[in-house]
């Protein structure tokens, strides 16, 4: 579905890719590039339809897929759980030197 010109709602009808693994490699380096050749040197990216539509996707075996987004999740918790740290170091420290 086209919400609007910048806005794609999509359903996985492929069953050998699973909607995690198709959000990750959506967001990767690979589908980027892609973007950079359809763009034609313009400064904003902009995909047509059928750009949109001829993307490689790489399907790995369903096993990978799975290992690839619990271990992108298990990044994501990592990054959050070191965030929190991070804050709460700095206010200790912040507190140890106040007068």
Do not use: C, F
């Not at 271990?71 to 912040?94: D, F, P, W, Y």
């Amino acid at each position: 579905i086209i919400t609007s010109s910048a806005i794609l709602h999509l359903t996985v009808k492929d069953r050998r890719i699973t909607p995690e693994y198709l959000g990750i490699v959506l967001n990767s380096q690979l589908v980027a590039m892609q973007a950079e050749r359809d763009a034609g040197g313009s400064v904003i990216l902009h995909w047509k339809i059928s750009e949109i539509e001829n993307v490689v996707i790489p399907i790995l075996p369903i096993y990978l897929q799975l290992k690839i987004t619990r271990m992108v999740n298990h990044s994501v918790e990592l990054r959050r759980v070191g965030s929190t740290l991070m804050q709460e170091a700095v206010k200790i420290v912040e507190e140890e030197l106040q007068p």
